[in-house]
Each structure stands twice: as C-alpha cells, then as structure tokens.
C-alpha cells in the first residue's frame, strides 16, 4: 500500500503494449505497424505545420478531420468522433457507453485493454468464449448484458465475422450499444459502417495507426448515430479539449485524401500475408485465416515462448501471449516482402 496513492490506484492491472525495442536494426513483427511510409501528402501536410500557428491552440472539434471522414463514408460530421488514437477513443466509450448494471460483454479471446478499461471505470464484464476455431458466434450474444464489444476482425487472431453475423448481434441486442473495433478492417474485412445509419446503437472504432501507417500520430474515430457521438464529447470535453494537435488534424486529412497510396499499400499489405501464409504452411505451421495485418499461427512441434524467443536471437521479434487458450500462438505482423523472407528463412532454419 501506498499512503499517496488513491484507492482506484492499487486496484489497476496497466495493459502492457508490445515492446518498442531502442535497437534499429530488428525486425519488428510485433506491434501490427505498417511495414511503408506514411503517404507523402500526409508528412508535407504535417511539416507545413511546423510553423508559427504552433503557438495557437489547435481546433478542438478538429472539424476538418470529422468533415473529411464523414465525407469518405458517406456519413455527417455529427456522427464522428475523433481521439488520440483508438485506444482514447475506446477508453471514453467504455466509461460514456459501455457502463451499466449488467455486464459488458467481450470474447475470451480479444484485444487485452478491454478489461483493463473496466477495471479502470469499474465496469462489470463477462468475457464469452469463442468457439473451438476462434470464431465469435452470435448466438452466444443472447445474453443479458449492459453493452458488447469486440474487434472485427478479431485481434489476436485476425478472424472475420461476416456483417450478416455482426447484424445478428445487433438484431438481438436493441436495448444495449454494440461496439464493432475495426483497427484491422482495411486488410481484407467489410465495415459494419454501412450499417450506422440502420442501428442507433451501433459504434464503428476505426485508427489511422495501421492501414494509414500513423500509429505514431495517434488518431482513432468512431461512427455512429449523433446521440451515441454526444455521449462521447461529453466524456472527452470533461477529460482533454485538444486530444488531436495541428499536426494530428492536418496529417489525418491529407492521409485520408491520398486514397491511391492507401489503397495501394493495403493491397501490398495483403498480398504480402497471402504469401507469406503459403509459406508458413508449409513449414509446418497451423495458420488461422486472417483479415488483418497479422497472422496467428502455432507450430504443432514447437513451443512458442521457445520460437519466440529463438527468433528474438536472430533479431527478429514478433508476439506472443501468456495466456490460457493461446500460450501455444505467435502473432506475427506482416512486414515487407524482404522482412517476411528473412523471417521465412529464419524460421526454416530453427525448425531444421
Ligand atoms: N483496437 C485493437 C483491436 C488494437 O489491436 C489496437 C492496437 N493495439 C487498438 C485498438 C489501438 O490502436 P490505436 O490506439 O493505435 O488507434
């Protein structure tokens, strides 16, 4: 016990990100980054910002920015919300949305801050298994609860629940707010956006961390009916009136302006994972289908904390989860071509 600290303090379990080694020389496939460049448009729009207007307090609506996303899905400013990064944007939903008597419900297997977010706010939860093969079933969301989440595709394990499946839980959840987290759905998913203006309750989180190669910016939104999006400025407006600085708003617009570079990195993106499951299959490894930029695989012959750590020693470092259900899994972000080789022949080279 700490006599300084508050009470919350002592009870929190801090979520762990996935390590951002000082060495340069790695190569790293363990936090989900793009492998290429941030669009050019987007670095000059953000060295224009280097300037004099620093001195001045950024928009903090960021209109622009909720103007250019509600332009590119068809939607109206009033039903974004932007953050600083989607894990701000998660963290306010969690305490404007998801806190209610019955419990908030999640997968067993899902992005680990969720719970930490309810032990932050004190939220009660109940985490539903996924079936043998990783899956969400829907019908395991017929449940009393006070609000659901889960990422689509899922993460760790980058599988896809269909919209039809997603509509399933919406259809049967009218009373309660059902969270679609699509950090990963640029890699291959269908976005549940198309479904906002059918479902009041309907929040859609996306980021500009991954298919946008900005998860050093942090920018993360949220689409929904305009009701939900006011729960959430009531939260960030009683929290931080600036999340998203000039170089943020200015960054995210021209990023989301340049959609031949977007479009083109995503499908190097996905591309570069097809092969590379190829590859990973036949050196033996059980390959969860995956629409993100990641793979959840297991070795039936090897230990993953043990390949983890051998690839480590050939400097290349990619995650592994000490947890029940998927201690025998690495999740493996897909890199370049040229990083995806050298882990290939790395890989071959320990299981010989
Ligand atoms: N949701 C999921 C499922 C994630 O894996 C991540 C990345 N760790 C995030 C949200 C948060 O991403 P960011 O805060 O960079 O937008």
């Not at 002592?10 to 790293?28: F, R, S």
């Not at 004099?52 to 909720?66: F, G, I, V």
Request: hydrophobic letters at 40%; one cysteine or more; glycine letters at 6%.
């Amino acid at each position: 016990m700490n006599r300084y600290w508050s009470s919350v303090v002592h009870t929190l379990t801090p979520y762990v990100p996935g390590e951002q080694p000082k060495q340069t020389d790695l190569i790293k496939l363990n936090t989900n980054e793009n492998p290429y460049p941030p669009s050019p448009r987007a670095l000059q729009a953000m060295a224009a910002e280097a300037a004099e207007s620093l001195r001045l307090y950024p928009d903090p609506n960021a209109e622009r920015l909720k103007q250019a996303i509600a332009d590119l899905h068809g939607l109206t400013p009033a039903q974004v919300f932007v953050g600083n990064g989607s894990d701000e944007v998660l963290a306010h939903t969690f305490l404007a949305l998801l806190k209610h008597e019955s419990p908030l419900l999640f997968p067993d297997i899902s992005y680990s801050f969720y719970p930490v977010y309810c032990g932050l706010y004190d939220i009660a939860f109940k985490q539903v298994p996924l079936t043998e093969g990783f899956e969400i079933d829907p019908d395991d969301y017929r449940i009393t609860n006070g609000g659901i989440i889960f990422p689509n595709p899922n993460a760790p394990t980058g599988r896809l629940l269909p919209l039809t499946a997603i509509r399933a839980i919406l259809d049967n959840n009218r009373d309660s707010v059902v969270v679609v987290d699509e950090a990963y759905i640029d890699f291959g998913g269908e976005s549940a956006i198309a479904l906002v203006n059918r479902y009041p309750n309907l929040l859609v989180i996306q980021t500009f961390s991954k298919s946008r190669s900005l998860a050093g910016l942090r920018v993360g939104f949220a689409l929904g009916n305009a009701e939900l999006i006011e729960a959430l400025e009531r939260v960030k407006n009683s929290f931080n009136s600036y999340p998203l600085d000039r170089f943020a708003i200015n960054g995210a617009v021209a990023a989301i302006e340049d959609r031949v570079y977007f479009t083109e990195t995503c499908q190097r993106v996905i591309a570069t994972r097809e092969h590379l499951t190829q590859q990973l299959i036949t050196l033996g490894f059980q390959v969860l289908p995956s629409a993100a930029n990641f793979l959840f695989v297991r070795h039936p012959g090897w230990d993953a904390g043990e390949l983890a750590a051998r690839l480590r020693e050939r400097s290349i470092i990619v995650r592994h989860f000490r947890q029940p259900r998927i201690d025998q899994f690495l999740r493996i972000t897909i890199g370049s071509d040229q990083q995806t080789q050298r882990l290939c022949e790395a890989l071959a080279d320990i299981l010989e």
